[in-house]
């Protein structure tokens, strides 16, 4: 739906992506964080109202056991980065 990222050197690499997931009635907005551009943190929330725990756990779940689709979301926001 959306991706942005900055960067500064006082906080490292700062990102959002709102997406869509499978069936799920709401959008979710995923915040990233990296100090060097390798190791991400992040955050999952619902993209504007809060919605379902089940749902929001199951994004959470496979946040956790899909790299690929970790990594497609962190390439998403590093790919809107101004050089």
Excluded at 10 to 30: M, R, T
Excluded at 51 to 72: H, K, M, P, Q
């Amino acid at each position: 739906m959306d991706a942005s990222m900055s960067y500064s050197k006082e906080d490292g690499y700062i990102g959002k992506v709102a997406f869509e997931f499978k069936d799920h009635k709401l959008p979710y907005e995923i915040t990233l964080h990296s100090k060097n551009g390798k190791e991400w943190s992040y955050g999952l929330f619902f993209l504007n109202e809060s919605g379902s725990e089940d749902e929001i756990l199951e994004v959470e779940d496979v946040l956790e056991e899909s790299d690929e689709w970790y990594d497609f979301l962190v390439n998403a926001a590093k790919n809107t980065l101004q050089k």
